[in-house]
């Protein structure tokens, strides 16, 4: 098993442009989730979903869009990127069986927005 | 709102020492649960364990050991006879008791060293 796997690993972007990034998991998890980590702050939750078709807002969700069509992936959308997006982005995967799992996180994808 | 405060930002200590991880939070629910994730220098994070906020009891795995008190609101992270592998950024975490998506808080991160 692969576990998660994100795409690229590293993206160097102008402001203004848009990129996707996407997440893929072959845990069969139901739950999977966005993060990005910047120097002194830890992980945020940016967006999450809790199953196939659907999305919802975390902690920092402005500036991002996701989507879920098939269950194994998520992808995180920026539009127009802005030097605030400078970040690693992580994305994890969770399958919840009443109660709280650990979530089973990716490499990381290291954006930079110039 | 929940908030979780790792207020040591780096830790260096030489090998062999022990090393404690400091871990305050703050919630309002009754029930959650505490995680502590490592970040090695590869940079992907790794489980170390989950408690809930009912069971207090400490918990020790190796020369890991977990000390958590609710009266304090504390969930704090030993090493025992420390090693250079034990080098990484280590993160504590608070979810609430849900089922259902996990939306979990972080720290900021504490950045430990081991020097041989």
């Known amino acids: 098993n692969a576990g998660v796997t994100q795409t690229p690993k590293f993206r160097v972007l102008k402001t203004g442009q848009s990129m996707t990034l996407l997440c893929a998991q072959d845990m069969n998890h139901e739950y999977m989730y966005w993060y990005r980590q910047d120097p002194g702050m830890g992980l945020r939750l940016i967006h999450y979903?809790?199953?196939?078709?659907?999305?919802a807002k975390g902690e920092v969700p402005d500036g991002y869009n996701v989507s879920r069509l098939k269950k194994q992936n998520f992808l995180l959308g920026l539009e127009s990127a802005a030097p605030s997006q400078t970040s690693v982005y992580f994305c994890?995967?969770?399958?919840?069986?009443?109660?709280?799992?650990?979530?089973?996180f990716g490499p990381g994808t290291r954006l930079t927005v110039l | 709102a929940q908030k979780v405060t790792q207020a040591q930002t780096e830790i260096s200590v030489v090998e062999k020492e022990d090393v404690t991880l400091d871990c305050v939070y703050e919630?309002?629910?009754?029930?959650?649960?505490l995680f502590w994730y490592k970040q090695p220098p590869s940079g992907e994070l790794v489980f170390l364990i989950r408690?809930?906020?009912?069971?207090?009891q400490n918990e020790i795995s190796g020369r890991y050991s977990w000390n958590f008190q609710k009266s304090t609101s504390s969930f704090n992270f030993t090493i025992t006879a420390s090693q250079v592998v034990d080098s990484a950024v280590y993160f504590c975490a608070l979810s609430p008791l849900i089922q259902g998506a996990q939306k979990l808080v972080f720290g900021q991160g504490t950045r430990l060293t081991i020097n041989p």
């Open positions: 979903s809790v199953g196939e078709g659907t999305t």
């Open positions: 408690r809930n906020s009912f069971d207090e």
């Open positions: 919630t309002r629910d009754t029930t959650y649960y």
């Open positions: 994890a995967s969770s399958w919840v069986a009443g109660g709280p799992d650990e979530q089973f």
